[in-house]
């Protein structure tokens, strides 16, 4: 019986593996990420009440806490206990069921959730079994829609699923700012909600040491610090008062270890040789010029950077690394390697002695050179070096993983040469970018010079794969990841702010198959994902209800034809061309129309009669020509 069970599911994985399923979409579930296979069983729902048990197939310390996480979401639904058991059988009805088991052909992530009349299975490997566990939560009611509190009913669907990227990541700059250990936690959960597997951990700047290292004490007594904070662009001042701080070694173990128990690897990182003003602040003589410099108080690109001809640099950098590595489990660790000008490098005697003496050709290589002792280290404590995709240009270090910022270039380079590669395009990725009109939102990222936003649907849009890669070198390019710098950003409800909702379309991008994504339904399901935002108080953004405008002038006639949109579904889009503000009795948009210019739009999103969205509005003068 459990043999032709699992020929049947082998079977199954199989034809979905070759792409034999339909991509019909199954629209009565809000799944994100959106899973690779979802049917609807021909039976009665799942009724969950107060004499439901969780059973587990092992006593493993993972499948205990996975176990214990369900236990408490069921609290918070039924507010009573819920028995943990191991399988037995009389697990026959009413049990959630978690099962341990390696599926062939859904990899070390995929699961497999079954939820029929009598019980529900989740099945796969302990990391399945977590993603599976996430999927599951969102076949429960929202706690708002419960009628009655003593029990609910999930609905009876088989979903087999697996991720299409191994490296799934989130990127937090805690060096701007720093944040306490509470809202770093905070952020691991939203990635483990996700099925996000990597929280790639900025931990120092210009503007912050937040590491504690031992050895050099100084880092975290005056690199941790700052004086006030200003943005160097605009002038504004974020702060005051003198701030920061630092995580300990016992933190940052703890840490560690709650992103482990769901399934998340810590990637830290150090930079170097830019964005090292914090370090030099602390201890000035490892700069080419000997300092002194104060822990930068403004954003900007500083020209003080380590100097590469003084072996100090080099003990200095492989201590920390040694404490590093005994903080961090995960095999890569990230050596920063961005935005480091050379200037100081190009005047040093230290620096340019070094360039002579390993015959290097200029100071790009020196770079390249820093970067390989730094990759030979790591070896030796058998841990992988990655960087931002800079690190690519005085010839990348023999295995060198690329983390690609600046666009598709650098994971192209990086792919063809053998390198993996990780997708963190700025222009989808970054998450400190505006995500609507400029003028409509709180001081974002590169605000006061023209730059484009990153709306939901150019974040949901992003194909990491470059169709320059032939099949070979596609393969290396191993996943994204999003990025949440925090230059702007100080509070936690900012931070939301800016991640949600773009998170979650980031989210379907790293684990959905490419055949499974699709824009309109993501959009479907976010009305659903909006509510449970809410039911976990994240204080998300609605840009994704601002009206966009298209306007094609003809400057021939003086006409224009106006298209109006928005990134949610099914909008009510009321607009004036007189002026006045858009009200429900507005016209409403359905179809592009065209007008005489001049043109004053206004636009908004409706709701059941209220405004759900600020109002946008453009003025188009006759002599405009084009968009
Ligand atoms: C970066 O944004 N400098 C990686
Ligand atoms: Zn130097």
């Not at 049990?95 to 390696?102: F, H, T, V, W």
């Not at 060096?175 to 691991?188: L, T």
């Not at 409706?606 to 968009?627: E, M, P």
Request: proline content about 4%.
């Amino acid at each position: 019986m459990k043999l032709k069970k699992n020929i049947l599911l082998t079977l199954i994985v199989f034809l979905i593996s070759i792409k034999c399923y339909s991509i019909n979409q199954e629209k009565s579930l809000s799944i994100i990420p959106q899973p690779v296979s979802i049917v609807k069983n021909n039976e009665k729902d799942f009724v969950v009440d107060k004499n439901i048990i969780i059973a587990i197939s092992e006593n493993s310390e993972e499948l205990n806490f996975i176990a214990n996480q369900l236990a408490l979401r069921l609290r918070d639904y039924l507010s009573t206990d819920v028995n943990i058991n191991q399988i037995n059988r009389k697990n026959k009805h009413n049990s959630i069921l978690l099962i341990k088991e390696n599926i062939p052909g859904l990899g070390n992530e995929g699961y497999i959730l079954d939820v029929n009349r009598k019980q529900i299975t989740i099945r796969g490997t302990h990391n399945g079994v977590f993603y599976g566990l996430q999927t599951l939560y969102q076949m429960f009611p929202l706690k708002n829609d419960l009628i009655n509190k003593s029990k609910f009913s999930i609905p009876s669907y088989t979903i087999i699923d697996k991720p299409r990227f191994e490296w799934r990541g989130g990127m937090l700059d805690v060096a701007r700012y720093f944040q306490p250990v509470s809202v770093v936690k905070r952020y691991i959960d939203f990635l483990a909600l996700h099925k996000i597997n990597t929280f790639h951990w900025h931990l120092n700047d210009d503007q912050g040491w937040r590491i504690e290292i031992k050895k050099y004490p100084k880092l975290t007594e005056v690199g941790a610090w700052r004086k006030d904070s200003q943005l160097e662009l605009s002038g504004k001042q974020m702060a005051f008062a003198p701030h920061g701080g630092y995580y300990t070694q016992e933190e940052i173990k703890d840490v560690v270890k709650y992103a482990a128990e769901r399934f998340i690897s810590v990637i830290p990182e150090i930079e170097m040789p830019g964005h090292s003003y914090a370090a030099l602040a602390s201890y000035p003589e490892l700069s080419c010029t000997g300092g002194p410099f104060e822990v930068s108080t403004i954003w900007k690109v500083h020209e003080d950077i380590y100097c590469a001809g003084n072996e100090k640099t080099y003990e200095f950098l492989e201590n920390i690394l040694s404490e590093v590595i005994e903080l961090f489990p995960a095999s890569y660790i990230h050596i920063g390697g961005d935005e480091a000008p050379k200037t100081r490098w190009e005047a040093c005697p230290k620096c340019q002695a070094k360039i002579a003496a390993e015959h290097l050709d200029n100071e790009h290589e020196l770079q390249t050179y820093m970067v390989k002792r730094m990759e030979d280290f790591l070896a030796t404590k058998n841990r992988k070096l990655i960087g931002w995709d800079e690190i690519i240009e005085g010839g990348l270090s023999p295995n060198a993983t690329v983390l690609c910022w600046r666009g598709f270039d650098g994971a192209i380079t990086a792919a063809k040469q053998g390198h993996d590669a990780i997708i963190a395009h700025s222009k989808y990725t970054y998450l400190d970018h505006y995500q609507s009109e400029p003028y409509l939102e709180p001081l974002a990222w590169a605000g006061l010079v023209p730059y484009g936003y990153t709306t939901l649907q150019k974040s949901y849009s992003l194909e990491p794969i470059p169709s320059e890669l032939n099949e070979s070198e596609q393969k290396h390019i191993i996943g994204l990841q999003a990025q949440l710098w925090l230059e702007y950003i100080r509070t936690t409800d900012h931070m939301d702010y800016m991640l949600f909702p773009r998170l979650s379309a980031l989210a379907e991008v790293m684990w959905t198959q490419k055949e499974q994504k699709n824009w309109e339904f993501f959009k479907w399901k976010m009305e659903t994902q909006y509510r449970r935002y809410n039911e976990l108080n994240i204080n998300y953004s609605m840009s994704a209800y601002t009206v966009y405008f298209d306007i094609k002038t003809d400057s021939l006639s003086n006409k224009a034809l106006v298209s109006l949109s928005t990134d949610n579904y099914n909008p009510t889009i009321r607009y004036t061309i007189n002026g006045d503000d858009p009200t429900e009795n507005s016209d409403k948009y359905s179809q592009p129309f065209t007008v005489i210019l001049p043109l004053t739009i206004k636009a908004a999103n409706f709701n059941n009669g209220q405004r759900i969205s600020k109002i946008n509005q453009k003025t188009i003068l006759k002599s405009r020509i084009g968009k």
